[in-house]
């Protein structure tokens, strides 16, 4: 009997993690990486996949999605959408809160093939309507039953997310009391926050990041709107600065609205690159601007990131922010069999923003195969 259950060979070994970017074969076995060599004879595995040409790295990871299909207005069925497209494993944002999270486990978590975890919405509601904001009523922002949930679904709630826009929250009386209330509640379960800071109901993003500590993360940061990263004079904000310094997250949450060239060409040139690049896919953003993970990947490529460091922005560094780099962003021997097979094409590709403005790229990576736990995913 072969020793390994898949062989993906005659590949470019792209590890950040581990800091390799050489050719390499990296076999699987029960569900994990049983062999990383030069040569590991095609003889030792049942099925064998001819990566030579392409890259092979971990399984991308995206902490900002929303799989909650058929109850929040969001939601996308993760599989096709995330796993199919070199996502093996996903962070919602918030689809679910209190009141609707054991629906999202019983019927997205556990029957998806993509492994998912989530940051649980302070509104209990969570994002059901786009025509009703989440905490349009501040009674739906309630930390003990945020605390309640995240206690029986510690294996899967990684934090506490919060929405500040206007248009989700009952009017400028409600400040950032829904902020103050997700603190309240990540602290109480010793867990991190999420925030979307644009357009929020107070002066600036200062008085947002001064509620925000080690470990948390700040998603869309290269918006538009108001509430950005950068000052009046197009200056990356002192706060920012300090809020990096101190440990907080700043992710990319591409989305519908929250990714401009101009905002994040303006910070890279400042010496401001994001901790982690996500897609904040979503039904609204699928078929365009977004489409998928790994087109923003690409459009990191074109902004000047190097081919390591942008894909550590999707495999290691996630990994290490969500607590898992020992067994997830890495294809060393015993972390979980999670790879994709990439082709990294050389042309013109157009790369458009939140706001249609388009920047021609010359390189972008494309999903060609999926492993996920140690088999080709069909």
């Given at each position: 009997?072969?020793?390994h259950d ?21 076999a ?23 990566a030579a040409?392409n890259l092979i790295a ?10 909650f ?5 969001y ?11 070199g ?18 486990r ?19 509601m ?14 739906w ?12 679904h ?5 934090g ?16 950032l009391?829904?902020?103050?209330r997700?603190?309240?509640a990540?602290?109480a ?19 947002v ?7 948390d993360?700040?998603t869309?940061c290269?918006?538009?709107?108001s ?18 310094e ?10 519908q ?11 890279l ?13 979503h039904?609204?953003n ?7 993970l ?6 990191f ?5 190097s ?7 999707v ?9 898992m ?14 790879a ?11 790369l ?15 999903p060609?195969?999926?492993v ?7």
């Amino acid at each position: 009997m072969a020793p390994h259950d898949l062989l993906v060979k005659g590949g470019t070994l792209v590890d950040p993690a581990r800091g390799i970017h050489a050719r390499r074969d990296v076999a699987f076995a029960r569900g994990v990486v049983s062999a990383v060599a030069e040569e590991i004879p095609a003889d030792t595995a049942t099925r064998v996949v001819d990566a030579a040409g392409n890259l092979i790295a971990p399984g991308m990871i995206d902490l900002h999605v929303h799989v909650f299909a058929g109850v929040s207005h969001y939601g996308i069925a993760p599989d096709p959408t995330c796993l199919a497209h070199g996502v093996t494993t996903v962070v919602d944002a918030g689809s679910a809160g209190a009141d609707t999270f054991a629906g999202f486990r019983r019927y997205v978590i556990e029957a998806s093939a993509t492994r998912i975890f989530a940051q649980l919405n302070i509104s209990s509601m969570g994002m059901l309507d786009a025509s009703i904001g989440e905490l349009d009523d501040l009674k739906w922002a309630s930390v003990p039953r945020a605390l309640e949930t995240i206690e029986k679904h510690r294996d899967v709630i990684l934090g506490v997310k919060v929405r500040l826009t206007r248009n989700t929250i009952v009017g400028e009386p409600a400040g950032l009391t829904p902020l103050h209330r997700a603190r309240e509640a990540a602290d109480a379960a010793g867990l991190p926050i999420m925030v979307h800071p644009q357009a929020a109901w107070c002066n600036s993003l200062d008085d947002v990041l001064a509620v925000m500590r080690q470990g948390d993360i700040l998603t869309h940061c290269f918006h538009d709107a108001s509430h950005g990263i950068l000052d009046e004079a197009g200056n990356i904000r002192l706060s920012v600065r300090a809020a990096r310094e101190r440990g907080v997250n700043f992710d990319v949450g591409h989305g519908q609205g929250s990714f401009s060239w101009r905002v994040c060409e303006a910070a890279l040139a400042q010496g401001f690159a994001p901790t982690t690049i996500s897609s904040d896919l979503h039904v609204y953003n699928l078929n365009g601007p977004v489409f998928d993970l790994a087109t923003t990947v690409s459009k990191f490529l074109h902004l000047g990131l190097s081919l390591d460091d942008a894909l550590a922005k999707v495999t290691a560094v996630p990994a290490g922010v969500i607590g898992m780099a020992d067994r997830l962003g890495t294809l060393s021997v015993g972390a979980c069999g999670d790879a994709v097979v990439l082709a990294l094409e050389e042309g013109q590709f157009a790369l458009v923003d939140s706001r249609g403005q388009t920047r021609v790229g010359r390189q972008r990576i494309v999903p060609r195969v999926v492993v996920k736990g140690g088999k080709v995913y069909e």
